[in-house]
Nanobody, 123 residues
Framework: QAQLVESGGGLVPAGGSLRLSCVAA????????MAWFRQAPGKELEFVAA????????FYADSVKGRFTISRDGAKRTVYLQMNNLRPADTGVYSC????????????????WGQGTQVTVSS
């Protein structure tokens, strides 16, 4: 059974917005650092954003800073990624990941992954 399940992807025009959700079937959800990564066709997996139990801990890749917002709801065991002012370069499969410990930006530091959700931004 999948522990992380993403939703919310889709096709939007440049300048549009999407909100991704990731429901985490993880024990002690608040102890996990949650992150979003993305992978464009033919490219490597890229860190997007991460957050731990502290809402002020949110950390972003430079490419999305000021446009994307990561947040989490402990009661719903869900992490969100609000994406505004989307660009064609934001196109890719967005995956949710979890790790016990501090914020990291390297994919191999995360032990739990979702299946991903496709985001396509048209020009």
């Amino acid at each position: 059974q999948a522990q992380l399940v993403e939703s919310g992807g889709g096709l939007v025009p440049a300048g549009g917005s999407l909100r991704l959700s990731c429901v985490a079937a993880l024990p002690s959800f608040t102890t996990y650092t949650m992150a979003w990564f993305r992978q464009a066709p033919g490219k490597e997996l890229e860190f997007v954003a991460a957050i731990n139990w502290d809402p002020t801990s949110a950390f972003y890749a430079d490419s999305v800073k000021g446009r994307f917002t990561i947040s989490r709801d402990g009661a719903k065991r869900t992490v969100y990624l609000q994406m505004n002012n989307l660009r064609p370069a934001d196109t890719g499969v967005y995956s949710c990941a979890a790790r016990v410990g501090d914020i990291r930006t390297t994919p191999t530091d995360f032990g739990s992954w979702g299946q991903g959700t496709q985001v396509t931004v048209s020009s």
